[in-house]
């Protein structure tokens, strides 16, 4: 079964702020706004892809040839807040909207499964016809992110920041050397590489 997964709303706000990044490396200047606020994002962006969580709240759209023959999804991004919508797209443009009723939905387990006897979406569009929106994170705001999962991106951020010019090595190798491994570690989906 082919997918492909497009995010549609970026996160609203990061996990740990500029200020908290500038207290941990003992910065007096607020001159490095910027550039802290670059190193905050790409850290999420290295501990998300390590855990294969998403750490604040973002939707995705979710593309699929054909829904799976067991009647049930499971979610490429974790922790799942929220199934948005199953949109079934037509060869010609014409988008109909399928009724969420049929889906029971598993936050805790980031799937969904047809109710029982529920038809599966069908497209007669031949790649990509049956779009899946969801909300994938922890929440809204930083608060709502594990506090273990918000140090590891404060330890990336600042290693990022502090090796800032150097040639740029692997995000496994910035995890490592930052620390965040064994804060991460716990949070791992199984089966991210």
């Known amino acids: 079964m082919k997918m492909s997964l497009m995010l549609t709303i970026p996160p609203v706000a990061e996990p740990i702020s500029t200020a908290e990044l500038r207290d941990y490396l003992r910065l007096a200047a607020e001159s490095d706004e910027a550039l802290l606020s670059e190193m905050i994002k790409a850290a999420r962006g290295i501990c998300e892809a390590f855990t294969g969580r998403c750490f604040i709240a973002q939707g995705y759209s979710l593309f699929l040839d054909v829904f799976p023959q067991a009647g049930e ?26 009724d969420l009723g049929k889906y029971e939905t598993d936050i805790s387990g980031g799937r969904i499964a047809l109710k029982n006897g529920a038809p599966p979406p069908q497209s007669a569009k031949q790649h990509g016809g049956i779009e899946i929106g969801f909300t994938a994170g922890y929440g809204a705001e930083a608060a709502e992110v594990p506090s273990a999962l918000r140090q590891a991106v404060l330890r990336v951020a600042a290693d990022l920041y502090e090796k800032r010019g150097d040639m740029q090595s692997p995000s496994g190798s910035v995890i490592l ?6 804060l991460l570690q716990p949070f791992r989906v199984i089966g991210v590489e």
């Open 177 to 182: 050397r930052s620390g965040a491994a064994g």
């Open 73 to 98: 999804l499971g979610f490429l991004r974790l922790p799942l807040l929220s199934l948005d919508f199953v949109k079934i797209h037509t060869p010609d443009g014409i988008v109909a909207e399928d």
